[in-house]
């Protein structure tokens, strides 16, 4: 199971219990899950192997439960694409990512009409003359900065990301 597929059934599923009673039907008609996987889920849940882990692994302390919801505060890229390229000084790509997701936007990997903005770091690839080519707005990441700076003052999720980064 992928990534995807990971985060599809930890928004449909507040712990491992719930998945594993879950009937067929009902996961293999989540979206982007289908019968395939559906049935390799069964399948997981009935090998006894795979059981007797889940439960050392509980017994050893890990907790197969959704996080209580966070506080996240508003939302201002809810429904907006935004691109990165090139290399961040203050951001991995995957952070970047997961701070326009907690922002309520969608990080895609292509650029196209509908992309929002671009964030263009250092050595910049394809998506750059893409975006130029477009006319897709384009930020650097110090305004991509100063964007987060704006935005932290009404989410204080996105206000401790920045201040464990150094950015103040």
Do not use: C, W
């Not at 219990?17 to 009935?46: D, R, V, W």
């Not at 882990?53 to 506080?71: D, H, N, P």
């Amino acid at each position: 199971m992928g990534e995807k597929t990971a985060q599809l059934l930890a928004e449909k599923f507040s712990n491992i219990q719930e998945l594993m009673k879950a009937p067929f039907a009902y996961i293999s008609a989540i979206p982007g899950i289908g019968p395939i996987t559906a049935t390799s889920i069964k399948n997981f849940f009935k090998a006894e192997q795979n059981l007797k882990m889940i439960e050392s692994l509980e017994k050893a302390g890990f907790k197969f439960e959704k996080e209580k919801e966070v506080q996240v505060g508003e939302r201002p890229l809810v429904g907006k694409s935004i691109v990165f390229t090139g290399e961040l000084d203050h951001f991995t790509r995957k952070e970047a990512q997961n701070i326009v997701k907690l922002l309520g936007g969608n990080p895609t990997n292509s650029v196209s009409k509908r992309t929002y903005f671009v964030v263009v770091g250092k050595n910049p690839g394809s998506k750059f003359q893409k975006a130029k080519q477009l006319n897709v707005k384009t930020i650097n990441e110090e305004e991509f900065i100063n964007l987060l700076k704006e935005f932290s003052q009404k989410s204080p999720e996105l206000a401790k990301i920045l201040a464990q980064k150094g950015i103040k």
